[in-house]
């Protein structure tokens, strides 16, 4: 949810700045977000490659046998 409120600066002009839940002006997070776009890229990257390895992973039939024999409680009775 963004705020939005005046902020007088020491002169007499006002200045209008939106400030978010946690003080920092948009301007702020924008600065930052195109200084560190190399760095929000790479996580990105990183964290669609993991998301595609364990999708990759939970179809594999082995696990899927798995996932369906402990989600019907068939491991319990196996044993017996």
Do not use: Y
């Amino acid at each position: 949810m963004v705020d939005t409120r005046r902020l007088e600066s020491g002169s007499n002009t006002d200045r209008a700045e939106t400030i978010n839940m946690n003080g920092l002006s948009l301007a702020l997070i924008e600065r930052l977000k195109l200084e560190h776009r190399h760095l929000l890229r790479r996580a990105l990257a990183e964290a669609c490659h993991w998301n595609r390895r364990i999708e990759r992973n939970l179809t594999k039939p082995s696990d899927q046998f798995w996932i369906e024999t402990f989600s019907t409680g068939e491991a319990e009775t196996a044993g017996k």
